[in-house]
């Protein structure tokens, strides 16, 4: 059974920092791309960031970008998300994921963690 727990959540002020950490475990954390999505009172689930299961390639949405940053270590089959500058709009539940293809005809596979709450106060 694949877990994915996150941590690190709580309520700050603008301008303030948080780090996020998952901590996956029932699968080979190091096969997995390892990436932080986010969702808003009555927005849809939205992409902030993604790193590659080797650590080499990070991708950010552009609304993150030089603000927050995310890596991992195999070691601990930990991914974490440092927040920095934080704003109202960061506001949201966070969520853990991580995805692999596999296949000759690529098939994916995708968990999900039960998400931590970030809010972040004007």
């Known amino acids: 059974q694949v877990h994915l727990v996150e941590s690190g959540g709580g309520l700050v002020q603008a301008g303030d920092s948080l780090r996020l950490s998952c901590v996956a475990s029932?699968?080979?954390?190091?096969?997995?791309?390892m990436g932080w999505y986010r969702q808003a009172p009555e927005k849809a689930r939205e992409f902030v960031a993604q790193?590659?299961?080797?650590?080499?390639?990070?991708y950010y949405a552009d609304s993150v970008k030089g603000r927050f940053t995310i890596s991992r270590d195999n070691a601990k089959d930990t991914v974490y998300l440092q927040m920095n500058s934080l704003n109202a709009e960061d506001t949201a539940v966070y969520y853990c994921?991580?995805?692999?293809?596999?296949?000759?005809?690529?098939?994916?596979?995708?968990?999900w963690g039960q998400g931590t709450q970030v809010t972040v106060s004007s």
């Open positions: 790193v590659s299961w080797s650590g080499d390639l990070t």
């Open positions: 994921h991580a995805s692999v293809a596999i296949g000759k005809i690529p098939k994916n596979y995708d968990y």
């Open positions: 029932g699968l080979t954390f190091s096969s997995y791309n």
